[in-house]
């Protein structure tokens, strides 16, 4: 089974608001990143938080971790019609040197104009 | 633009068919991944390469194999097509273990 799982599975908001999508993960990770993809195009990375960090920041991204918890979470800030597009978490595995990414089913935000 | 092509973009083919999905890395990128995204779903890990040699394996039959060339570019052969292989086919290169870099992919349609 898929190792991330995101949360909810779409998101539908107005332009301007905030939108926030989790992430729950099952085992230990060495980091865990997002991704964006535009209607089944390939994937465009946004960010990647180490497992020793709880925060991150990119332009009107706010990602944090929570390893206890196994979970994390997207805000996007201020959204525009032009962040529409599916949301991934993809987390690797500490206990191997192979490096694969593990993905969720993803989040699909749909920002209204 | 992440620097990693993949041909074809779109490609349909019948079952029981064999087809060859391309991969270019990133220039100094030894490691290639590749990855089956189904509709609706996230990308599932295929195999990887690391220079020329496949050291990983997601779980998929021996029908789906590939290759990665001194140059590191890299192929996705899969035989004996089945409807269930309709995916969208994504590769993604990178050095050594740090971040991967995906392509654009290719959509196979198998009728």
């Known amino acids: 089974s898929q190792q991330g799982e995101e949360d909810p599975q779409a998101l539908s908001i107005q332009e301007g608001e905030n939108a926030t999508m989790n992430c729950s993960y099952k085992t230990s990770i060495n980091n865990l990143q997002w991704y964006r993809q535009n209607s089944g195009r390939g994937l465009v990375h946004l960010i990647l938080?180490?497992?020793?960090?709880r925060e991150k920041h990119s332009g009107r991204l706010r990602v944090t971790l929570d390893t206890s918890k196994k979970s994390s979470s997207l805000l996007i800030t201020a959204s525009r019609a032009a962040d529409t597009a599916s949301y991934f978490c993809?987390?690797?595995?500490?206990?191997?040197?192979?490096?694969?990414?593990?993905f969720g089913r993803g989040t699909q935000l749909t920002v209204w104009p | 633009e992440t620097g990693v092509t993949q041909s074809p973009t779109h490609l349909i083919k019948t079952r029981g068919q064999q087809v060859t999905l391309r991969c270019s890395s990133q220039s100094g990128h030894n490691t290639v991944s590749w990855y089956q995204q189904a509709l609706g779903q996230g990308p599932q890990f295929i195999f990887q390469y690391y220079r020329e040699e496949e050291n990983g394996r997601g779980n998929f039959p021996p029908r789906f194999s590939g290759l990665q060339f001194p140059n590191y570019s890299s192929e996705l052969n899969v035989n004996a097509l089945e409807l269930d292989d309709s995916a969208l086919y994504l590769c993604a290169s990178r050095r050594d273990l740090n971040q991967q870099f995906f392509g654009p992919g290719t959509r196979l349609t198998v009728l």
């Open positions: 938080i180490r497992s020793n960090e």
């Open positions: 993809a987390t690797d595995d500490r206990g191997s040197t192979l490096g694969r990414l593990y």
